[in-house]
C-alpha cells in the first residue's frame, strides 16, 4: 500500500509559467516532507523541505506548501526553467522508523 | 566537499549469483541509506545503518542485507539474484538525526540481472 502518492507521472508547463507537483500522504503521524529532483542517471538532489508544524517554506522559486487536514503537499516552482526539466519525488519522514518514503515521481517537462 | 559515492556504476549479474554493492557517506556523515529504485516505480526502501549497525529494513526478503563498516561505508548484498532485482540502488547517507537531516544520494549503482 501506497503511503506517498504522487498521481501525476508527468507535467508539462511553459518556461515561466508555474509547475505545482502534487503529493498525497496516508500516515497523519508523518512529520516531515521533503522535495527531490532526479536527472537521468543521477542520484536524487535534496530540493526543499517542510516540517509538520508548518504549512508553507519557500526557497527562492521553490515554494512547498503543506496542507495537514487534507495529507497533501504541494511543490511550486516559479517562473519555471527549462533545467527544472527532471523527476520530482516528494518524501515523508516517518518518525517512528526513520524511514523516508518516497512517492513515486511526477516527470516535469519545461517547454522552452 | 565529496558527496556520496557508490560503486560500481554498473552491475551485470546472472540469476543465482550474488552482488556486492559498495557506498561511502559523505565525510562526518554516521548514517547510511539503500534504497532500490525498480523501473516504473519509485524509490523503495531498503536498510537504514547508523553507528556499524542495522537500524531499520524495508519490506525486502532476507536475501537484501548489508552492512556498515567502522568507517561508516557501507555494502548492500544481494544473495540469489532474481530477474526483478534489476534496478537502480541508491544509497543516501545523512548526520546524526536522521529524521530531521536531509537524506544526500550518491548516483546510483545499475544492476542487472540477466
Known amino acids: 500500500d501506497q503511503q506517498v502518492k504522487q498521481n501525476s507521472p508527468s507535467l508539462s508547463v511553459q518556461e515561466g509559467r508555474i509547475s505545482i507537483l502534487n503529493c498525497d500522504y496516508t500516515n497523519s503521524m508523518f512529520d516531515y516532507f521533503l522535495w527531490y529532483k532526479k536527472y537521468p542517471a543521477e542520484g536524487p538532489t535534496f530540493l526543499i523541505s517542510i516540517s509538520s508544524i508548518k504549512d508553507k517554506n519557500e526557497d527562492g522559486r521553490f515554494t512547498v506548501f503543506l496542507n495537514k487536514s487534507a495529507k497533501h503537499l504541494s511543490l511550486h516552482i516559479v517562473p519555471s526553467q527549462p533545467g527544472d526539466s527532471a523527476v520530482y519525488f516528494c518524501a515523508a519522514s516517518d518518525p517512528g522508523t526513520y524511514k523516508y518514503i518516497f512517492g513515486t515521481g511526477t516527470r516535469l517537462k519545461v517547454l522552452a | ?114
Not at chain 2, 550474488?18 to 536498510?47: D, E, K, M, N
Not at chain 2, 542485507?65 to 555494502?75: A, I, L, M, V
Open chain 2, 1 to 114: 566537499e565529496a558527496g556520496v559515492t557508490q560503486s560500481p556504476t554498473h552491475l551485470i549479474k546472472t540469476r543465482g549469483q550474488q552482488a556486492t554493492l559498495r557506498c561511502s557517506p559523505i565525510s562526518g556523515h554516521t548514517s547510511v541509506y539503500w534504497y532500490q529504485q525498480a523501473l516504473g516505480l519509485g524509490l523503495q526502501f531498503l536498510l537504514w545503518y547508523d553507528e556499524g549497525e542495522e537500524r531499520n529494513r524495508g519490506n525486502f526478503p532476507p536475501r537484501f542485507s548489508g552492512r556498515q563498516f567502522p568507517n561508516y561505508s557501507s555494502e548492500l548484498n544481494v544473495n540469489a539474484l532474481e530477474l526483478e532485482d534489476s534496478a537502480l540502488y541508491l544509497c543516501a547517507s545523512s548526520g546524526q538525526e536522521p529524521s530531521y537531516n536531509e537524506q544526500f544520494f550518491g548516483p546510483g549503482t545499475r544492476l542487472t540481472v540477466l
